[in-house]
C-alpha cells in the first residue's frame, strides 16, 4: 500500500475536523469534531507504524492510548456539557462565559460587577 492515500486521507479528516472545532458553535459538534481530529492522526500513526514495518507497533501503541484518552475526554466532556445545558438551558459555545464576565458590564445576580466584589458581598451575607 502507497502512503500517499492514508496521509491525504488523514489531513481531510483533521482539516474537517479544524473546521468543526472553530467554525461550530454548539459543544457536542465542537467534541465530534475533536474526535475526528483525534481519529486522523490515529490513522496516520498506524499508516506510518505499517510503512516503516517496525517491530515494536510503537504507531499501534500509541493509538491504543490516543483511543482511551479520547473516550476518557468524550466521558468527560458530555457530562460537562450535559450540566451546561441543564444549568443554563443551550449548548452555544459563545454563551458559556461566566455572569460575572458580562460583556456590557451589567451585574449578576448578586449584585456585584466583578468577582471580588461578589467574594466581599458573599462575605458580608454569611
Known amino acids: 500500500m502507497h502512503l500517499a492515500y492514508p496521509a491525504v486521507l ?4 483533521f482539516s474537517v475536523g479544524l473546521y468543526g472545532v472553530l467554525a461550530r458553535r454548539n459543544a457536542i459538534l465542537v467534541l465530534m469534531s475533536v474526535e ?3 481519529n486522523s492522526v490515529n490513522l496516520n500513526l498506524v499508516a506510518f507504524d505499517v510503512w516503516l514495518r517496525d517491530a515494536l507497533h510503537a504507531g499501534q501503541a500509541f493509538t491504543l492510548f490516543i483511543i482511551a484518552i479520547a473516550a476518557a475526554e468524550i466521558g468527560i466532556g458530555l457530562a460537562i456539557v450535559l450540566m451546561v445545558y441543564r444549568n443554563r438551558g443551550s449548548s452555544d459555545v ?3 462565559r461566566d ?3 458580562a460583556p456590557d458590564g451589567t451585574p449578576d445576580d448578586t449584585g456585584a460587577t466583578s468577582p471580588a466584589q461578589q467574594t466581599q458581598k458573599a462575605e458580608a451575607t454569611a
Open 10 to 13: 488523514s489531513v481531510l479528516l
Open 36 to 38: 475526528l481530529m483525534l
Open 94 to 96: 459563545d454563551r458559556l
Open 99 to 101: 455572569t460575572a464576565e
